[in-house]
């Protein structure tokens, strides 16, 4: 009888690990740079979008892209205009591990500067933070932001 038991309450807690598995996507299924992944995010925008220029963010300048003073991040890339009048962002970062990424992403959505530019500047509605697993997308557009963002959340499928 206390085999029976013992082997009941095994796959029990079997069955309990199983069902408690995380399930979301996870940016590892991501191929590519962040480069590459940037392209695929712009894909169906080219004739609308100006040309633009990517940087690399650093903790330099991570104030200026995100709106936000730290991060632990592995790597983060800006697309934006070279020089035009237009208001436009588009922000990829890879956070390390540990990171509370809804955390940041409301940390990022509160403290961004849809006004940065001279002159210009994204409405409020326009500006999207999402994630796919480690990776947080940050979008600023006043043309395309739900082609942008339908792009970013298809790279899971």
Known sequence: MKKIISILLMFLISLSAVACKNTKSDSSNIEG???DIMA????GTENNSPKLMQTEVTSENLSY????????????LA???????????????????????????????EKV??????????????VIVDSIGDLIVLIMDNEN????????KNLSK
Do not use: Q
């Open 33 to 35: 740079s962040l480069s």
């Open 40 to 43: 695929k995010i712009y894909k």
């Open 65 to 76: 892209y995100l709106g936000i003073e730290t991060l632990d991040f592995k790597e983060a």
């Open 79 to 109: 697309s934006e205009p070279m020089m035009t009048s237009i208001a436009h962002s588009v922000v990829l970062v890879k956070v390390n591990d540990g990171v509370d990424i809804e955390k940041t992403k409301t940390a990022i959505k």
């Open 113 to 126: 500067d849809p006004r940065k530019w001279i002159c210009v500047g994204v409405e409020d509605n326009n």
């Open 145 to 152: 932001p739900d082609t942008l963002h339908k792009n970013f």
